[in-house]
């Protein structure tokens, strides 16, 4: 039979076979094809030639179909150039895991194909799909070490070296797990999925698909699993019912790969490759699972490809299904997604790219999937409102075997029949209704002279047949971009993300990455991306000239004191158009130290005190600041900690008239331990102790201060003036012993 070539579409990978597990080329471009003898077969003709010969005897027919609907339905996927040998070897391997989904009565209705699963607000994976509500989830990488892999996935455990992998590979720890949440991160520009890093306790991983506490809701960890072996990574599902033998949400990743030469070392494209295997996984811990054809133009495909970032437009439809968009959680008047004020303190647009409509998502509350956005006018204005379906056409179907399944071609960007509603900021009063077109083309209208107030828009599908039952919910998936354009300002704000809420440990480098996800949206003129501004320290301003550059698209930054900071991101764009990202993060394992120059003071006084060191971030009330040597002193003030924790202010020393001379010890405490530090205070005796008002002159203004106290007595008496500052000989007692002392300076008048 004569060799022939098959061609991939662009840069494409083959990744995937099934949902849940993504497999690599060893090179990008061509693998060798066959046609399979007649009729012609979707298969690879390797695994067509593996097939054959599994399947021997009578019932070879139902014995194919039987290896092929296990093998198709299992969580593996597989590269092209496999030879029949491994071919058969997986068929082995996975011929006997259970199906992942039955065949759809219609086999168009799962468009960028749904599981039965999705995540909750809660964390836990019981949410039926399409309901396009937020999902709150928590991530964490286990330590090495800890048992990883599932025996269900039909791999074995081993112990998690991620970790190291990572570290290996990109330099430092946080580099490489950066590069893992950019691919979560991808997600996030498209649903309305937030993401926490929390802690890991190192439990082997499991099944469970409800939140714990011990653990994130999604654990991303790894092993080798051999570079022979076409696995790049595999990924349970949220919790399925029909695969309760992969559920849990969690992701294993082959660190063998991280050795195999233009796969997860490549950093073509700010490490496209290994990125979008991490997003094509966590589609999968999502709720996601495969679309055909293999035509390189959508991330849930069997084939992955490096042609495109993360998302197309079949993936964001999927997202919007099931999560809804970037935001998520604004489908009433109450939760309006606020644009502000787009008049003061100058003239601004809104403009916004890849949102999406759930038409099919509807109860009395919310007809058509309705999204709600406020804005504000100082003003009077002409704003002109266009809101325009996106999408383009689709060639989509659920996969069957390999890169085939019953496919249609499906026009995206007619979904729904978008139309708007502009009200007052409480909706009583209709400003207008725009449905001026059909399903397929933008609604733009301009209101003239607007008058300066508060606004809600409302965008909905006004599809009536897609207002009621439809048999096919996913079709009504509306992607949309939405233009708010105030009097004759052109320019629009460009979309900033920052990443994700993570966790570093103190003292190691933590690396941002802003670049990849922030994007321009202005649709009008040509812009980019012009400067990267990082306030990394929490301290709410946007630092110049630190190393390396905050101004720099991947900053690195080194913390010292534990604590959660609010790091920013600042995109400015061609036109001068900023927009501000912020995430949490938070640091651990940080150590306390205390530094700085003694203190001296005299009794009587008080003195102010400045804390240096490092983790005196949570040093947060005077109790926790003490001296542990003499007696005498207190501490008072409310001491405030810097923005890295490095220095603390707002304290003073109380130094009584019968303090204790001499050096004295300074104790600083807070939740992660303590450390002192001696002879912090040096207690000195006053020049002239009979000043009792520090005017350098001993005088009648002296002697009412003196007989006050005489009067008395006790030092410990509450009516004592504080300090006791008559107490020359420092005994306790304001007495006779008292007296001859400040006679005898009475009697000289002028301080020695």
């Avoid at 029949?417 to 301009?446: H, K, M, P």
């Avoid at 990455?513 to 003129?525: C, D, F, K, L, W």
Wanted: aromatic share 8%; net charge negative; with cysteine.
């Amino acid at each position: 039979m004569q060799n022939r070539t098959k061609k991939l579409n662009g840069s494409a990978v083959m990744l995937a076979m099934t949902a849940g597990m993504a497999f690599a080329g060893a090179q990008l471009g061509a693998f060798p094809y066959e046609p399979a003898p007649q009729p012609k077969s979707p298969l690879p003709y390797a695994l067509e030639m593996a097939v054959q010969t599994k399947a021997q005897g009578a019932r070879a027919a139902m014995l194919r179909a039987s290896l092929i609907q296990h093998f198709t339905t299992s969580i593996a996927c597989f590269r092209p150039d496999m030879t029949q040998a491994q071919w058969e070897e997986a068929l082995n391997t996975f011929q006997l895991l259970p199906p992942t989904q039955a065949p759809a009565a219609d086999p168009f209705e799962d468009r960028f194909n749904v599981d039965n699963r999705k995540w909750n607000s809660a964390g836990n994976a019981t949410a039926a799909p399409g309901d396009a509500s937020r999902a709150n989830l928590t991530y964490s990488f286990p330590a090495d070490g800890t048992t990883w892999g599932l025996a269900a996935a039909g791999f074995g455990t081993g112990a998690n070296d991620l970790i190291a992998s990572l570290t290996a590979a990109f330099g430092s720890e946080d580099r490489g797990k950066e590069f893992v949440r950019q691919g979560l991160a991808a997600w996030r520009k498209y649903a309305g999925i937030s993401y926490t890093e929390t802690s890991d306790n190192g439990i082997a991983m499991d099944q469970v698909s409800t939140r714990r506490s011990t653990v994130g809701d999604i654990r991303v960890g790894g092993l080798p699993l051999g570079a022979a072996t076409p696995v790049l990574a595999y990924n349970a599902f949220p919790g399925s019912p029909s695969l309760a033998s992969v559920v849990g949400g969690d992701m294993c990743i082959n660190t063998s790969y991280f050795s195999v030469a233009g796969t997860f070392p490549s950093s073509t494209n700010n490490f496209r490759y290994f990125r979008n295997v991490v997003a094509h996984e966590h589609g999968h811990g999502t709720g996601f699972i495969h679309q055909v054809p293999c035509t390189s133009t959508k991330l849930m495909e069997p084939s992955i490809s490096t042609a495109f970032d993360s998302h197309n437009n079949d993936d964001r439809r999927g997202a919007g299904r099931n999560y809804g968009d970037r935001y998520s959680g604004n489908q009433s008047l109450a939760t309006a997604l606020d644009l502000g004020n787009l008049t003061t303190p100058a003239l601004r647009s809104f403009t916004n790219r890849d949102l999406s409509l759930n038409g099919f998502w509807n109860n009395g509350s919310n007809p058509g999937g309705a999204d709600f956005y406020k804005f504000t006018l100082d003003s009077a204005q002409d704003v002109r409102i266009v809101v325009t379906p996106r999408g383009g056409n689709i060639t989509t179907g659920q996969q069957s075997s390999g890169c085939s399944g019953t496919t249609a071609t499906f026009a995206a960007s007619s979904a729904a029949n978008l139309a708007y509603v502009l009200t007052n900021a409480d909706g009583t009063v209709t400003v207008g209704t725009i449905d001026a077109t059909t399903n397929g083309s933008a609604e733009n209208s301009l209101f003239t002279a607007l008058p300066a107030g508060t606004y809600v828009l409302r965008v909905f599908d006004n599809d009536a047949t897609n207002l009621v039952n439809s048999a096919n919910p996913n079709d009504v998936v509306q992607l949309y971009d939405l233009d708010v354009q105030v009097g004759t300002n052109i320019y629009a704000n460009p979309y900033a993300n920052a990443g994700l809420n993570k966790r570093v440990r103190a003292n190691t480098t933590a690396q941002f990455i802003g670049n990849i996800h922030s994007a321009t949206t202005e649709i009008r003129v040509a812009t980019s991306i012009s400067r990267y501004e990082w306030d990394l320290d929490g301290d709410g301003v946007f630092e110049t000239g630190v190393a390396p550059a905050a101004s720099a698209p991947q900053p690195t930054f080194t913390y010292v004191s534990n604590g959660i900071y609010n790091v920013s991101l600042r995109v400015r764009d061609s036109n001068a158009k900023t927009t501000v990202d912020t995430i949490q993060v938070t640091v651990t394992n940080g150590v306390m130290t205390v530094t700085g120059a003694p203190v001296n003071g005299q009794r009587g006084t008080v003195v102010p005190f400045t804390i240096n060191g490092t983790n005196l971030k949570n040093v947060l009330f005077a109790s926790q600041v003490s001296l542990t040597t003499g007696s005498g002193v207190t501490v008072i003030g409310t001491p405030v900690p810097n923005a890295l924790g490095t220095q603390v202010t707002g304290l003073s020393f109380n130094i009584a008239s019968n303090a204790t001379l001499g050096g004295q010890t300074l104790r600083v405490f807070n939740a992660d331990g303590n450390v002192s530090t001696t002879n912090f205070l040096t207690v000195t005796a006053p020049p002239c102790p009979a000043d009792l008002n520090g005017d350098t002159i001993i005088d009648d203004a002296d002697f009412v201060i003196f007989a006050t106290a005489y009067n008395v007595f006790d030092c410990a008496d509450p009516s004592m003036p504080a300090g006791c500052p008559a107490d020359i000989n420092a005994d306790g007692f304001v007495d006779d012993a008292d007296f001859v002392l400040f006679a005898a300076a009475y009697d000289n008048l002028v301080c020695p």
